[in-house]
């Protein structure tokens, strides 16, 4: 009874320093600097990633779906917040992702 109560304590334990190992690996940055141009339909988005894990968002583009997707592919799965979001253009096309998204991505 005592050992398999310690077993399972020790293999929790593994458990969780995997996902806390995971986690920080996922969100540290690999140490290149990204520019990624998404195609959000007819206005431009950039994602910028820095070497230590920062993301900035510029524009958001006119699709609200395309840019959602775009972000969800490109972001950690397990940190989807923007650092920096930098709006450059007051057209309306070039920021109607963005207002959608206000609740949906957080940014620091």
Do not use: Y
């Not at 986690?23 to 195609?39: N, Y």
């Not at 431009?44 to 779906?65: H, K, M, Y």
């Amino acid at each position: 009874m005592l050992r398999s109560f310690i077993l399972t304590g020790i293999i929790m334990l593994l458990f969780s320093c995997t996902l806390v190992f995971w986690r920080s690996a996922e969100t540290a940055g690999d140490g290149e600097f990204h520019i990624t141009f998404l195609e959000v339909g007819s206005a431009d988005a950039v994602l910028i990633q820095t070497p230590e894990g920062r993301n900035v968002l510029i524009n958001g583009g006119a699709s609200v779906s395309e840019l959602s997707d775009e972000l969800g592919r490109r972001l950690p799965f397990f940190s989807r917040k923007l650092d920096w979001l930098v709006i450059a253009s007051t057209q309306e096309e070039s920021d109607q992702g963005i207002a959608a998204h206000h609740g949906k991505i957080s940014a620091r």
